[in-house]
């Protein structure tokens, strides 16, 4: 009579009891007419997906044109990416783009951003009119610091009672001192 190795006895019993519980486990899924079993978890209930133009932020992975992003929010509507509209905003983020250090996913993202926390104080000024406004800024050079720095500028300015026009004269004094 030959020995069973002890390793392979124990993973032989351990192949039993697992091949005894998938066996019960079977069976206990089953009822007594042969059906299955009822699902032990309720299927999920599809939420309903934000409009694009309703996004608060426009992530990388969203599919959406930055511009597009802004036109629609504008318009309160899907725009195609053909609109007019579009191509507006479009414009208006390329010259954005090249005066700051920063994508025009980004730029149009920290405008809504600010366009928000500008409303929770009351004042109201929209992310497009933003962005020419603060692009306006550093003339027709390119701004050392990032569009970002510059919002928080602009709201700290705002806040503190200054108008638009006063708050852009004084990041404008800010950027070349002397004009």
């Not at 005894?20 to 009822?31: E, F, M, R």
């Not at 994508?103 to 600010?114: D, E, Y």
């Not at 497009?128 to 709201?155: C, D, M, N, W």
Request: charge should be neutral; aromatic fraction near 6%; hydrophobic fraction near 40%.
């Amino acid at each position: 009579m030959t020995r069973v190795n002890p390793f392979v006895q124990t993973l032989m019993h351990s192949m039993r009891r697992l091949l005894l519980t998938c066996v019960i486990a079977g069976l206990a899924a089953c009822s007594d007419d042969g059906e299955p079993a009822a699902p032990q978890h309720a299927p999920p209930v599809p939420v309903a997906q934000q409009a694009d133009h309703q996004l608060e932020w426009l992530k990388q992975t969203d599919g959406l044109l930055p511009e597009q992003w802004l036109a629609s929010r504008e318009a309160g509507q899907e725009l195609d990416r053909f609109d007019d509209r579009v191509s507006e905003m479009h414009a208006v983020l390329q010259v954005a783009a090249m005066r700051f250090r920063d994508h025009p996913r980004m730029i149009a993202n920290r405008a809504v951003q600010l366009e928000t926390m500008l409303r929770e104080k009351k004042i109201e000024e929209r992310a497009p009119r933003l962005i020419v406004t603060l692009s306006q800024v550093p003339g027709k050079q390119r701004y050392v610091e990032s569009f970002a720095s510059l919002t928080q500028q602009y709201y700290n300015l705002r806040t503190s009672g200054l108008s638009r026009g006063e708050a852009t004269d004084a990041l404008r004094r800010q950027v070349a001192p002397g004009q």
